[in-house]
């Protein structure tokens, strides 16, 4: 996955490590807008044949992750978080166009994912790299209680 850049540095989108699995769990405690698993759900999907977990990486920090799990032809994105002091920097996007990038790869033709309504940011992310909304799920989220929006996106495999 290429280099992306930021205002003042630049990072690399990479497959997770075990050793990144305590600056993961702080960037996701400290992203109260993201899913709050426990640090061994993270380590289980890393494992797992059907996980995709990936991080962005500036010098030796992690900065953001995303993680997604996949069955047959389709994948979820079920946790996007970036570190407060990276975001707004394209860091999210390029999580998101690796993980498509990797997934594709993989076979996959439909990727799905739910979104807090509120969360405009995120929904901006995602209508920017072609995904749409098919659905809501009514008080999906909590603290607070929040519809999700339900998005998805199809993906075109790639030549060869």
């Known amino acids: 996955m290429a280099p992306e850049s930021g205002a003042a540095k630049a990072w690399t989108v990479r497959n997770f490590r075990p050793d990144d699995l305590p600056a993961l769990a702080a960037i996701a405690t400290a992203s109260t807008e993201a899913s709050q698993w426990t640090p061994q759900s993270y380590s289980e999907l890393s494992s797992s044949g059907s996980g995709v977990l990936l991080v962005a ?3 030796d920090k992690v900065i953001g992750f995303l993680a997604a799990r996949r069955a ?3 994948a979820e994105v079920v946790n996007l978080a970036v570190s407060i002091a990276a975001r707004r920097r394209g860091v999210a996007s390029a999580l998101l166009a690796g993980a498509l ?3 594709g790869h993989l ?8 979104v807090r309504a509120s ?24 603290d607070p209680v929040e519809d999700a929006l339900c998005m998805m996106r199809e993906l075109t495999p790639p030549p060869g």
């Open 72 to 74: 047959a032809n389709e």
């Open 107 to 114: 076979g996959i033709t439909d990727i799905f994912l739910e």
């Open 57 to 59: 990486q500036s010098d």
């Open 101 to 103: 990038e990797e997934l």
């Open 119 to 142: 969360n405009s940011s995120a929904v901006a992310l995602y209508r920017k790299f072609e995904f749409s909304v098919f659905g809501c799920r009514k008080g999906y989220y909590r």
